[in-house]
């Protein structure tokens, strides 16, 4: 793995040699810019800024109804961003009083673009509600307010407040392959990953056994975190992994 502070990154050959092309769904939310009060496609700037730094080509997808496969063959790698919880009639769940905000726009287009990324064989790194996603997506269920269940907030004190808490690996998985057998985890979460999806694995935890990250026990880089690792802009270990594998991914389709 490359080091941190280098800022070159791996090469794809997608359409022609360079930097692979990253994907990174946004939010559809009211938002306000110069004399604009608009509608608009948004997603916090420390998810592009971390996918450049760890050597991709940030590409923001709008969620505008159900993707075509058009637009996976010109990504190198996915990163499913965090956000709302999804709709819980999604695992087949009544909504839990906590559960809001819900986003039918981003789930239609998210579990769309998940699919063809699978099917594609995409390398998909997925962050917070990413993961959940990926493991409802998969067959699993999510824990709808983690407090009922752990018995305090500490995974989501205040909200806009990030709690930085210390995540522990499995060992022989990779994401500790990646991070080492402990990480610096910062968490904005009020849900979690309930019923773990068949073809998933746990592969770090909370000191509260909430799960942190999961992933595939073999085929494509599908790696899934509770925590936002674009929030500490010293660490691009996990971006940086996906990257890789996208470059990867880039030449092995264009041979």
């Not at 009211?30 to 996918?51: I, K, M, N, P, Q």
């Not at 839990?96 to 769309?112: I, K, M, Q, V, Y």
């Not at 026990?217 to 690792?229: A, D, E, N, Y």
């Not at 010293?234 to 992994?241: C, N, Q």
Request: aromatic share 4%; hydrophobic share 35%; glycine share 10%.
């Amino acid at each position: 793995m490359a080091s941190n502070d280098s800022d070159t990154g791996p090469r794809s050959n997608s359409g022609s040699a360079g930097r692979p092309i990253i994907g990174l769904p946004t939010y559809s939310e009211r938002t306000r810019f110069g004399h604009w009060d608009v509608d608009a496609a948004v997603l916090s700037r420390t998810y592009v800024e971390l996918t450049e730094r760890a050597g991709g080509i940030p590409v923001l997808l709008p969620p505008i109804g159900t993707p075509r496969p058009e637009l996976v063959e010109r990504l190198d790698g996915l990163v499913l961003t965090g956000g709302a919880d999804l709709d819980p009639a999604r695992y087949g769940a009544p909504a839990h009083p906590a559960t809001r905000g819900l986003r039918p726009d981003r789930d239609e287009s998210e579990f769309g673009l998940f699919t063809l990324a699978r099917q594609a064989g995409l390398p998909v790194l997925a962050i917070c509600r990413g993961l959940q996603l990926v493991n409802v997506a998969l067959g699993g269920t999510l824990l709808q307010h983690v407090p009922d269940t752990v018995g305090h907030t500490d995974h989501s004190r205040e909200p806009g407040v990030f709690t930085v808490t210390t995540a522990t690996t499995v060992p022989g998985s990779q994401v500790a392959a990646i991070v080492g057998p402990e990480v610096k985890a910062h968490c904005h979460h009020h849900q979690a990953i309930d019923a773990l999806a068949p073809e998933l694995t746990a592969s770090a935890h909370a000191p509260d056994g909430i799960i942190e990250a999961a992933e595939t026990r073999s085929g494509p880089f599908l790696l899934g975190v509770q925590w936002h690792p674009e929030e500490n802009t010293t660490d691009t270990r996990l971006m940086r992994a996906l990257v890789e594998h996208a470059a990867q991914y880039g030449k092995e389709r264009n041979r």
